[in-house]
């Protein structure tokens, strides 16, 4: 399936754009094209599909700089995490340029290593699904027991790597007319002062502004039943681990397309 793209039209006009009405202008410097990829949930089956429709794309469509940017929440709910991570870590040798944030839940992931009393907020949230994807036994957790013992075999199946990857992701990449995020930015607050706690978990506030952030915030954290693109902010959580939909904005110069599998 081709992309499709809503495009600036040679009358000035652009034309029918995805839910939510008409876009800006926002550009990205010349000769970068972005795929912007949502929230992956364990999804590594859907993310390997994503992948190869943006080679293909590439390979259909060379571009000078080619760059993959992930909005976080590469964890839980789905059924292999830890897949998930074990391929982020290598993907780069295919030579698209790779840039990974933080979502909420990789910030969990990673308080929930030194607090096993976390299991208990976690595993409403897809934690459980988590530590199975590393081996760990859950049907104790499912019965509201065992959680020093599953908190102990996850850290010791847990990869010295993951951590290392999960400590390192960054919570905002700002390029051109664009910001990056997993859940949105706080209004009426300049770009460099937004705060991690607002950039991984931020909903209400930041959906219900319809005004300008200062840049267009490419964002997921809330899925929606199709890729969302208004003037202030684009959504490309299409509810992986639910709907078995993966997105990625695929941006160029002011043009905007989107990639959905599944």
């Known amino acids: 399936m081709p992309i499709r793209f809503f495009r600036k039209l040679l009358s000035g006009q652009r034309q029918d754009s995805p839910r939510g009405g008409v876009p800006s202008r926002a550009a990205l410097p010349a000769g970068l094209r972005v795929y912007a990829i949502g929230d992956i949930h364990g999804r590594l089956d859907r993310l390997l599909e994503l992948e190869e429709r943006v080679r293909d794309d590439l390979t259909a469509r060379p571009t ?6 992930y909005l976080g929440d590469y964890v839980d709910r789905g059924v292999n995490s830890r897949g998930v991570l074990d391929y982020l870590l290598t993907a780069d040798r295919d030579g698209l340029e790779r840039r990974f944030l933080r979502g909420n839940h990789e910030e969990t992931m990673l308080e929930y290593l030194d607090n096993p009393d ?3 907020s976690w595993k409403k949230y897809g934690g459980l ?9 859950v049907r104790p957790l499912m019965r509201g027991e065992g959680s020093e013992k599953a908190h102990a075999d996850f850290r010791a199946a847990f990869p010295a790597e993951h951590q290392a990857f999960l400590e390192g992701l960054a919570p905002i990449l700002t390029i051109g007319d664009y910001c990056f995020v997993h ?5 009426g607050v300049p770009i460099e002062r937004q705060v991690p706690a607002d ?5 209400e506030e930041f959906l219900g502004h319809q005004g300008d952030f200062g840049k267009v915030v490419v964002h ?8 969302m693109w208004l003037p202030n902010r684009v959504n490309v959580d299409t509810g992986a681990y639910l709907t078995g939909r993966l997105t990625a904005a695929v941006l160029e110069g002011e043009d905007v397309g989107f ?3 599944g």
């Open 118 to 120: 976390l299991i208990r």
């Open 259 to 261: 990639i959905t599998v």
């Open 199 to 203: 950039l991984l978990w931020i909903r």
């Open 183 to 187: 859940a949105g930015v706080r209004p």
């Open 129 to 137: 699904e988590t530590l199975f994807s590393y081996g760990v036994d």
């Open 220 to 227: 997921g954290h809330t899925p929606v039943d199709e890729p």
């Open 64 to 69: 000078t700089q080619a760059m993959a940017i």
